[in-house]
Every structure is written in structure tokens, then in C-alpha cells.
């Protein structure tokens, strides 16, 4: 069988037939030609690479695409590749900029509030300690770590990997820092910060005067830089590199017939293509454990969806904060606090906790149910559809994180005592781990199951799913 895709933003990258080539027309005799000078290597493009599709499980073979160009799966439409201009040298500059405005926003304050002649100051490392005054450490843990720890580490990784990779021998070490980076890609939720900071500003400027700081300016810079690193760097390229400067040799032909290339396992990882007999073995490029599919993926999805599924009634049912002023208070719930907005007549602010708060999780819990029961079912229709609804879910799930954040800087800077403040309630507990559950299920999911159970990789593929 040959595999084949196609080349957004050039000509179709079909596997040419085996044998034979064009007829020429009929010319007049002539003198022989000289002979054409010898091909230069260096100027030679990349060889074509074998690349396992994420979404569907298809091997297929990805020649070296131009910037601007991008390989698509043929089967599911899953993004393959995207040709990068200098992704190593871009993605160095971006990061080290995105790194240094990180630390700005850390020190810097991010907002400040007053009222009757008092003053409230905050930034980004301070604000997740009102979580733990109140007695929810838990919530400043979870807080501090999606937007100081993890943005930190992973531009860190990154920067020392894009830096690394420019030295005569670069250490070995690498690899296993851009797996890292790779890895606490979704958990850096500088972004969704940003939005749960200017929600706040909008809850609060109606009440006190609010100054915005230097910080606010610094992590709207940061969101820019971060999401202009990541279209420009190619984690392919990353890995091919290190490849090329010292990492272990592949074992396998890139460039054998398809046909021979039946039950490789690709790693989850790094993308290397490898031989069925390294199965359970470590990745001769990144060092992760090599499986044919991610273990217990349908046993852990379950389990971590069953449980954000009992968490989200408590969720909604439990107070998330509480306003006290002048020693009168009322609970609110998260549906409360989407009224509050309405009656304050932030109606696109409503809509958008409305969706980031109640919407999302729900898509979440029911999408990912739909692909487990789908897959345990063997279901062979739509699988292009569902292939697309479990990356949906899988993008959105970390944007639900917009209300505790809010939560966070209204609990940070509402302490006025008497007068008014703010305290977290145990819904936010919930609320929190029913985000985390649910992005820890569908990153535990495998896609490529549905495919697998519906016979479209093969009887052997099909078989172990019936097994489970």
C-alpha cells in the first residue's frame, strides 16, 4: 500500500511511481553534450522522512518542506509539519525576549486598587499567597506553578536547548531538557492569566480606582512573544538537529518501501519512526519509552473523567468566593458570578466566563466520553470527525482556568477590612481540579485508538482493543 499527503503551499507530495519516465520528443541529431558536473551534496535538499500521524496512526513519508509549506495526514487531515524560516535561530531570539519580560512581569506590579485612602498592590508571585491566607494552599500551588513555575521552566529549557545546540559538542543533556519543554507546553497558562487579569480589572473598575502596573504591559508582551516562538519553531527541526550533532543513529530505512515499514511504533515523544522490535525499549533520540500506543489510555481516560465528572457538582453547588462588605456577605457561585456581570452590564464578559467557566468543562466531559464509548465500541463512522473533536477538546481544556485566575487577583487586592474584601470558597477548590482532571484525561486519550478499533490499522491494531 502506498501512503501518501499532501503539501499545503506546494505541489502534491504523492510517492512517484515505481519505473518508467516521460517520453521525449524526437531531436535532430547533435554533438554529445558535455557531462553535466557532479551534483553538489551540500546543495542536495533533506532526505524525505517516515513521520507517524498523531491523529490516525498513518505512516507516511514527509519530504523537506520550504517555508510556508505545511504536510497534512491524507487520511485524518492532522497536521504533519510545517516548513519553518530559521526555526533554531528564531525561536532562540523569541524565548530569551519572552524569558527576560517573564521575569519583568514576576517583580514588577501587576495592578494596584485604592479606596477610602487605602492602597492594595499586587504581581504575579504575590498573588497566589491570598489563595494560601485563606487556608487554600492547594489553589496557590496549582496558581503559582501554570504561571510563574512552568513558563519559567519551559522557556528556560528552550533557550538552553536553541543555545546548546550552537556549541561545537553539544551535551547530551538536551534532549531530555526539550522533552521537558515539550511537555509543560499546555500547563504554561501565561495566556489564559492574561485574560483572567483583565476579566478582573473589569469586576473591579466599577468599585475602586485601579492603576495598572508595568507587569500587566510586560505579560500582554509575554502572551505576543510566547505564541510568535511557537510559529516559528519546529520541534521536527529541534530534534533533527540534535540528531545530526552526536545523538545515536536511526534504525530504520527512511527511505524503503512503505509496505516495509508495516507495525514501526512511533515515538510519542520526538516523532522517530522505529523498528516494532525496540518496542518497550527507550528512543534511540529522546531516551522516552517506546510504545505502539500510550499504555492504559482508555482504563486512565476513564478514570480521570469519572472523576472530574463527580468533582463538577460540587463545583457548581459550593461557593467560589465570597464578598464581605461592612461585615455582610454573600456567597457566589460561578453562575453567580456570570448574573453579577450581566446586572453590571459586562454582557461579552459574562458570555466569556459563561463559556471558559460552564461551557468548556461540559464539552470536555461529554466529548471525551463520546470518544471513549466510540472507541470501545468500534465505531467506524466519522473518525476524521471525532479525530478533530479530541483535538477541540484537547486545545480548550486549559482556558477553563480564566475563573480561578480572576478569582486570584480579586482575592489578592480586595483586603480592606472592614470595609470590604474577598475570600476564596471551596468551589474553587473543585472548579480547579475538575480543569486539571479533565486535561489530564484527554492528554491520557489516544486518538489513534479510534483507529485502530475500527480496523483502519490493521486486524492486529484492532485485535488489542478488543482485548482491553
Not at 61 to 73: I, K, S, T, Y
Not at 262 to 285: A, K, Y
Not at 300 to 314: H, K
Not at 401 to 419: K, R, S
Request: charged share 15%.
Amino acid at each position: 500500500m502506498r501512503a501518501s499527503f499532501r503539501v499545503k503551499g506546494g505541489a502534491d507530495a504523492n510517492l512517484p511511481p515505481p519505473g518508467g519516465s516521460a517520453a521525449r520528443p524526437l531531436m535532430p541529431a547533435s554533438p554529445p553534450a558535455p557531462a553535466p558536473p557532479p551534483p553538489n551534496p551540500a546543495a542536495a535538499p533533506p532526505p524525505a522522512r517516515l513521520h507517524e500521524c498523531a491523529g490516525c496512526g498513518q505512516v507516511q513519508r514527509v519530504p523537506h518542506l520550504h517555508p510556508g509549506e505545511a504536510a497534512r495526514c491524507r487520511r485524518c487531515d492532522g497536521m504533519l509539519r510545517q516548513g519553518r524560516a530559521d526555526p533554531l535561530g528564531r525561536g532562540l531570539a523569541l524565548g530569551l525576549a519572552a524569558l527576560v519580560l517573564l521575569g519583568i512581569a514576576c517583580v514588577a506590579t501587576l495592578m494596584q486598587v485604592s479606596t477610602v485612602g487605602m492602597v492594595r498592590a499586587t504581581d504575579l508571585l504575590e498573588a497566589p499567597e491570598a489563595m494560601g491566607a485563606s487556608g487554600l494552599w492547594v489553589l496557590t500551588a496549582v496558581v503559582l506553578g501554570a504561571t510563574v513555575v512552568a513558563p519559567v521552566l519551559r522557556l528556560s529549557a528552550l533557550c538552553t536547548v536553541l543555545a546548546g545546540l550552537r556549541l561545537a559538542r553539544p551535551p547530551r543533556l538536551l534532549r531530555r531538557l526539550f522533552t521537558l519543554s515539550e511537555r509543560l507546553r499546555p500547563w504554561a497558562m501565561a495566556e489564559v492569566m492574561l485574560l483572567g487579569v483583565l476579566i478582573a480589572y473589569s469586576k473591579l473598575v466599577d468599585l475602586v480606582h485601579v492603576d495598572i502596573g508595568v507587569a500587566l504591559y510586560a505579560l500582554g508582551l509575554l502572551v505576543l512573544l510566547t505564541v510568535a516562538a511557537e510559529v516559528a519553531l519546529d520541534p521536527h527541526a529541534v530534534w533533527e538537529e540534535m540528531e545530526r550533532r552526536g545523538v545515536p543513529p536511526l534504525r530504520i530505512d527512511h527511505h524503503a518501501p512503505l509496505r516495509a515499514a508495516e507495525g514501526v511504533v512511533g515515538c510519542h515523544v520526538c516523532g522517530l519512526v522505529c523498528l516494532p522490535e525496540e518496542h518497550d525499549r527507550p528512543c534511540p533520540r529522546c531516551g522516552s519509552r517506546l510504545h505502539p500506543r500510550k499504555p492504559d489510555a482508555l482504563a486512565r481516560a476513564w478514570a480521570l473523567l469519572i472523576a472530574g465528572a463527580i468533582l463538577y457538582v460540587p463545583a457548581n453547588a459550593y461557593p467560589v468566593m465570597q464578598v464581605i462588605q461592612l461585615g455582610a456577605g454573600q456567597p457566589s457561585t460561578i453562575l453567580g458570578g456570570v448574573v453579577e456581570l450581566m446586572e453590571g452590564g459586562l454582557y461579552p464578559l459574562a458570555a466569556l466566563v459563561f463559556v471558559a467557566s460552564v461551557v468548556v468543562p461540559v464539552l470536555k466531559l461529554l466529548g471525551l466520553a463520546v470518544l471513549l464509548v466510540a472507541c470501545q465500541r468500534g465505531a467506524r463512522g466519522r473518525l476524521r470527525d471525532r479525530t478533530r473533536l479530541y483535538g477541540a477538546v484537547n486545545f480548550i481544556g486549559r482556558w477553563s482556568m480564566i475563573d480561578i485566575f480572576m478569582e486570584t487577583i480579586l482575592v489578592a487586592l480586595v483586603q480592606f477590612g472592614a470595609v470590604v474584601r474577598i475570600l476564596p470558597g471551596p468551589g474553587a477548590v473543585a472548579f480547579c481540579a475538575v480543569v486539571i482532571l479533565t486535561m489530564l484525561a484527554a492528554e491520557s486519550f489516544d486518538p489513534r485508538l479510534m483507529w485502530d478499533s475500527a480496523g483502519a490499522n490493521g486486524p492486529a491494531a484492532a485485535a488489542r482493543i478488543r482485548r482491553r
